[in-house]
């Protein structure tokens, strides 16, 4: 069972507002993660953090911004909403310790429109 | 940012044959390469993983092999089953560090 979760699951919402879309972990890992997964499946990462006031952004130019202020919670923020920022958004979260490369565990999605 | 290519896009397999699936990486600093299934309307989950000091892993009916001279790592899976049915990612980090890279998935399915 999944201890990353992400709400809303479904969000329709008009170009121009500002949304957040929540992700929290109970799991105490110090990483976490930003996708967007286009239509084709394909996963961009878009933001990251490896600690408490540490944030990255990813390969994806994104208009959106994160902020880590709780290690529970990496919240994604939009904000002026656009339709092209329709898609569906993955959280993830990965296992701190010694080296690199612990596999991540991801929240459901939260699949946004925009209209 | 660096590339994880992935092939087929699409694989179709009939219950009980095998399924193969491979990726190329470009950067030679990554280290850890895990393997998602993804589900209709769920995130991806983990299916396995493995280290760049390790060739291959095996977890019951799936495989895992790496060859890290030539940047390529591929699943299998043996005895496939309808519920293997889902869109599978390869993964490599981005050098040394902890965030991933993705393939662009392939959707496999297992027919009756």
């Known amino acids: 069972e999944a201890d990353i979760y992400q709400t809303p699951r479904y969000l329709v919402i008009g170009t121009g507002k500002k949304i957040t879309l929540e992700c929290s972990q109970t799991?105490?890992?110090?990483?976490m993660y930003w996708y967007q997964q286009d239509p084709g499946m394909e996963l961009h990462l878009i933001h990251y953090s490896y600690g408490v006031n540490s944030t990255e952004k990813g390969d994806l130019s994104s208009e959106s911004t994160v902020s880590r202020i709780r290690t529970e919670h990496f919240p994604l923020t939009l904000e002026s909403a656009r339709p092209s920022h329709t898609s569906q958004y993955l959280c993830a979260s990965s296992e701190p310790g010694q080296g690199s490369g612990y596999g991540y565990t991801f929240g459901s999605g939260t699949r946004l429109t925009v209209v | 940012g660096e590339n994880v290519e992935q092939h087929p896009s699409t694989l179709s397999v009939q219950e009980g044959d095998s399924a193969v699936i491979k990726c190329t990486y470009s950067d030679s600093a990554s280290n850890y390469f895990p393997w998602y299934k993804q589900e209709l309307g769920k995130g991806p989950q983990l299916i396995i993983d493995?280290?760049?000091?390790?060739g291959e892993k095996k977890d019951q009916r799936i495989a895992v092999t790496l060859n890290k001279t030539a940047k390529h790592f591929s699943l299998h899976i043996t005895e496939t089953q309808p519920e293997d049915s889902a869109v599978y990612f390869c993964?490599?980090?981005?050098?040394?560090?902890?965030?991933?890279?993705f393939g662009k998935g392939t959707s496999l399915l297992v027919t009756p």
């Open positions: 993964a490599a980090t981005k050098g040394s560090g902890y965030a991933l890279n």
């Open positions: 799991m105490g890992h110090d990483k």
């Open positions: 493995i280290r760049s000091n390790v």
